[in-house]
């Protein structure tokens, strides 16, 4: 069974950057393809990039490609998802999802508020 | 880009009710649709994968249909604990997108 622990709420400046963890548990993250969803308040649910184990490539939703950086680091079994050049419309829960094509686990989110 | 249209976007039913969302794909993705049920403040959860195949543990009254473009999620004997927002989501190619949600509210 995976777990997926994400990192705390984080309150950041317009420009600023912000670096979202999600460390993994019960499979190693060399077996897993993660990806990365965003849900504004009130608003549906947004892919902004994942694993193509076909390729071996990070693919990233074009609308944020430039900004977001998604890293492993395998020693701890942790995925990173950095977004960059932040504004209001960021504000967002960010999950960190992953399975066998589809996404049959998920963290819990982490609440990224973006605020002067 | 695949682009997909789920409807209604709320749906006001009783408890009992039959519910059908749909999902229509803008091409062709054979059956590869996933549906996710979410509750307020928590994350999505994976109801049904490959359009008809149930997830382990999901009850029975969930059920899914279709192929190629046009997908339905159906829901035979609405439970209390279903009013929740739904969402299809395409794993066919990239970028993987998903359905606008379709809110199931107490009529």
């Known amino acids: 069974q995976v777990q997926l622990v994400q990192s705390g709420a984080e309150v950041k400046k317009p420009g600023a950057s912000v670096k979202v963890s999600c460390k993994v548990s019960g499979y190693t993250l060399t077996e897993l393809s993660m990806h990365w969803v965003r849900q504004a308040p009130g608003k549906g649910l947004e892919w902004m990039g994942g694993f193509d184990p076909e390729d071996g490539e990070t693919i990233y939703a074009q609308k944020f490609q430039g900004r977001v950086t998604m890293t492993e680091d395998t020693s701890t079994d942790t995925a990173y998802m950095e977004l960059s050049s932040l504004r209001s419309e960021d504000t967002a829960v960010y999950y960190c999802?992953?399975?066998?094509?589809?996404?049959?686990?998920w963290g819990q989110g982490t609440l990224v508020t973006v605020s002067s | 880009v695949i682009w997909m249209t789920q409807s209604p976007s709320l749906l006001s039913a009783s408890t009992g009710d039959r519910v059908i969302i749909s999902c229509r794909m803008s091409q062709g993705i054979s059956s590869y649709l996933a549906w996710y049920q979410q509750k307020p403040g928590k994350a999505p959860e994976l109801l049904i994968y490959a359009a008809s195949t149930l997830q382990s543990g999901v009850p029975s009254r969930f059920s899914g249909s279709g192929s190629g473009t046009d997908f339905t999620l159906t829901i035979s004997c609405l439970q209390s604990e279903d009013f929740a927002t739904y969402y299809c989501q395409q794993y066919y190619s990239f970028p993987r997108t998903f359905g606008q949600g379709t809110k199931v509210e107490i009529k």
């Open positions: 999802a992953t399975g066998p094509s589809r996404f049959d686990y």
